[in-house]
């Protein structure tokens, strides 16, 4: 396997799941010590509670001396069964509880196993295409600039527009070209001291100018001390801005951008909100699938980056969306782990 699809299938460290082979021998003390409680729990509440009204019951309905014998009988057999019943009740209960959330993230894991090896195979055949791509385009754009060049006033100028056109039209393509390369090469982390409250105050900078042009009103609800951690500063500054574009372009006719951290420790978050065109459930379910875009000139590549570079730091991204109303994607990070 190629390092490339290495880096891709990096679970989430956050969230990992061991699932032992074979026999656990702290499972079976576990459960021996909680059957030994919930037996004693068993028989004193039916010693206590049900047992005094229960046997007058039995006093009343076989009287007399002479019902002595069977008054035992019933007494002992309704005893050993309810509470040989209420136990394996409730052992069964629990074991079928641990099998089943076992199971729901067994079927999780290979979900994200699934998705994680397709966008190492899109991100493989991507790659290679861009960059077969690559070169001839460098060649195309020095050949345009060198007949630029010797045809400087010689021509009308209509037609040295078309000349500036070709070169703009492959320098579009170059850049579409680097953002595949970009996606499909394995981030590797160099985690140093990160202040998310930092990367926001400047990732709305950044995007001030489409900001603006949108009349979008922005609030920054940033905590008070630095929401800091050990994170890759170049992924984590690309993966917001990404993130903060998305929602602006959201919003073309205006609208409300909300960027928000928070600080509990261990765990640092930083959640973008906007009250834009918001998505339907099937968008979000394919959110993070390479080249999955709704815009005309979308590559698709921004939330599967988000999601490859959360996850590899060992963090989560949560999007939820309605549509016409808006979205939150929230992305929590751990603070002091040290990432590799
Ligand atoms: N904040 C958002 N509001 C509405 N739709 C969004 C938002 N963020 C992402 N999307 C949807 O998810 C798609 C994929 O986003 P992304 O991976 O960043 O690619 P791109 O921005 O190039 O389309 C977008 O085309 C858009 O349909
Ligand atoms: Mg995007």
């Known amino acids: 396997m190629s390092v ?3 880096m891709f299938l990096n679970e989430p460290r956050g969230e990992r799941v061991t699932f032992k082979k074979g026999f656990s021998l702290r499972l079976v003390i576990l459960f021996t010590a909680l059957t030994v409680v919930l037996t004693s729990v068993v028989i004193l509440t039916w010693e206590q509670v049900l047992k005094p009204p229960y046997y007058e019951w039995i006093e009343r309905t076989y009287p007399g001396p002479a019902n002595a014998e069977n008054r035992d009988k019933i007494e002992q057999r309704t005893e050993h069964f309810f509470i040989s019943m ?6 069964v209960s629990i074991l079928l509880i641990i099998v089943d959330r076992k199971q729901r993230r067994l079927v999780e894991v290979n979900e994200q196993l699934a998705h994680n090896e397709k966008v190492a195979t899109l991100g493989r055949v991507a790659a290679q295409v861009a960059h077969e791509v690559r070169n001839p385009l460098a060649g195309l754009l ?3 600039e060198h ?4 045809i400087d006033g010689k021509l009308p100028s209509g037609d040295a527009q078309l000349i500036d056109k070709i070169i703009a039209t492959i320098n ?3 850049a579409t070209t680097e953002q595949i390369l970009n996606f499909a090469r394995p981030v ?3 985690p140093r001291r990160v202040d998310l409250n930092e990367v926001a105050r400047d990732v709305i900078h950044l995007l001030s100018t489409e900001i603006s042009t949108r009349s979008i009103e922005t609030k920054l609800e940033l905590e008070s001390s630095p ?3 050990m994170l890759d500063e170049p992924s984590i500054r690309a993966t917001t801005l990404n993130l903060v574009l998305n929602a602006v372009q959201a919003m073309p006719a205006g609208g409300h951008l909300k960027i928000s951290t928070h600080n509990s420790g261990n765990k640092l978050s930083i959640v973008i909100s906007d009250t834009g065109s918001g998505m339907s459930s099937d968008q979000i379910k394919n959110i993070f699938e390479p080249f999955n875009t709704t815009k005309s000139r979308g590559l698709g590549l921004g939330m599967p980056y988000a999601q490859k570079v959360i996850q590899q730091h060992g963090g989560k991204i949560v999007v939820e969306s309605q549509p016409g109303k ?3 994607v929230r992305i929590e990070l751990p603070a002091n782990e040290r990432s590799h």
């Not at 209420?86 to 052992?91: E, F, G």
């Not at 007949?147 to 010797?150: A, D, E, S, T, Y």
């Open 86 to 91: 209420t136990v394996d009740l409730i052992v």
């Open 188 to 190: 590797t982390l160099a």
């Open 326 to 328: 808006g979205t939150d």
């Open 172 to 174: 579009n393509l170059t």
């Open 4 to 6: 490339l699809s290495k």
């Open 142 to 144: 020095l050949y345009s």
């Open 147 to 150: 007949l630029k060049g010797k």
């Open 227 to 229: 929401v800091a951690g």
